[in-house]
């Protein structure tokens, strides 16, 4: 199945999916970033700049939630940047960033097997973006894949299985409430005789009173007469039928776990993992939301220095992240009650620059 397959399989056409990566990428482009060295923390930088206004059509939001979308879903996210062609010989910042789509990227590896080139196409048109010169064109951001030396492994190919089973499921379900769907009951005429046989206006006339007063909402729970001859049979789902929905509900369970959200956070049923919603969220964040924010900010960071020329380090400020307050303040707690380190080691520990330097 390539990428494209599996992105409307997984995402496009899979609830379960689709929240998973708009829970993680929305999570992820909401934390607030700080910028700093180890003199200082920077309150105005270009570089925060340009994070605040990527482009003129994305604020940081819009692009962060595209850029974790696309490594979510394709193990690959692409950078651009856009700028004055001397903008790494001036050591001035490009002038926008773009994420660019996945599926339309290919690497192009050189005789040592690095990348060469990267050739992005838009239908029959092609830009190469030449990965030789002093500061790459492009960020390539990809998870890791023990198999393949350009590309990252999507959490979508991870859970391919579970997807086709859910998918599978739903169709199934669909399909039975289409063709084979069994109905509350069904209403037996057995005549005088022992043959059952209405006329042509009896029966008529049976359905139209079925449908004017025993259908629809208004007359649900109303009792219903019958005639003589007329015997109610109460029909219902066989335990194989019901067997689906679990089966459905382990494949949601398997997908939440190869995203790394945890199913209480889906609404996923018959999910005991964690005592409460508070306890699941913090999980959620701490094992998944702050990794992957951490990892992307530091490569456009390291990237982005190469035009500027000033190392600087750009990493989510966890001390705002509400779900981890609690974790937060104990390690305050018992960094500021360590007395065998001195202030400079405690704002070392917590990831503060030098005192000297703080205001």
């Given at each position: 199945?390539?990428?494209?397959a599996?992105?409307r399989?997984g995402?496009q ?14 999570a992820?482009a ?11 923390r ?18 940081r ?21 856009v700028g ?5 010989d001036t050591g001035?910042l490009?002038?926008?960033?773009h994420v ?8 192009l ?6 990348p ?5 196409a ?6 190469r ?5 002093e ?6 951001i ?16 991870a ?5 086709e ?8 379900s669909?399909?039975l409430?289409?063709?084979a769907?069994?109905?509350s009951?069904?209403?037996v005429?057995t ?18 009173e079925i449908?004017?007063?025993h259908?629809g ?9 019958l005639e ?7 029909m219902?789902?066989?335990?194989s039928?019901m ?25 996923i ?5 964690y ?6 969220n913090?999980?959620f964040?701490?094992?998944t939301v ?5 990892r ?10 190469g035009f500027?020329g ?11 992240v ?25 704002r ?9 330097e703080a205001t």
């Open positions: 199945m390539d990428g494209r599996r992105v399989g995402f056409g899979n609830p379960v999916g689709f929240r998973a990566v708009r829970l993680i990428a929305e992820a909401a934390l607030p970033l700080v910028l700093q060295d180890c003199e200082r920077y309150e105005t930088h270009p570089l925060m700049g340009l994070m605040r206004q990527p482009n003129p059509v994305q604020g939001a819009e692009f962060l939630e595209a850029l974790f979308s696309q490594l979510l879903l394709s193990g690959n996210a692409y950078v651009e940047a004055d062609e001397e903008t790494s001035a490009p002038l926008e960033l660019l789509r996945s599926d339309r990227m290919r690497v590896p050189g005789p040592d097997g690095w060469e080139a990267y050739e992005y838009v239908g029959n048109r092609r830009h973006f030449d990965m030789t010169r500061v790459a064109p492009v960020c390539h990809r998870t890791f894949h023990p198999l393949d030396d350009h590309y990252g492994l999507s959490p979508l190919e859970a391919a299985t579970a997807l089973v859910h998918n599978a499921a739903s169709r199934w669909q399909a409430l289409e063709n769907a069994r109905p009951g069904a209403i005429y005549g005088a005789d022992g043959h059952g046989g209405l006329s042509p206006d009896q029966y008529d006339r049976l359905v139209a449908e004017a007063n259908q909402a208004r007359n649900a729970g109303r009792p219903m007469l003589g001859g007329l015997d109610w049979k109460q219902g789902f066989s335990p039928d067997e689906f929905q679990k089966t459905k509900e382990a494949a949601a369970r398997e997908i939440a776990m190869a995203f790394g959200v945890p199913p209480m956070l889906l609404g049923p018959g999910d005991a993992t005592a409460n919603y508070q306890e699941a913090r999980a964040y701490r094992l702050v990794p992957l924010a951490t992307v900010a530091a490569a456009l960071a390291h990237w982005l220095s500027s000033e190392v600087a380090e750009l990493r989510p400020d966890l001390d705002q509400p779900a981890l307050a609690e974790e937060r303040d104990q390690q305050w707690r018992r960094v500021g009650k360590a007395t065998f380190l001195t202030d400079a080691e405690k070392a520990i917590l990831g503060l620059p030098r005192l000297s």
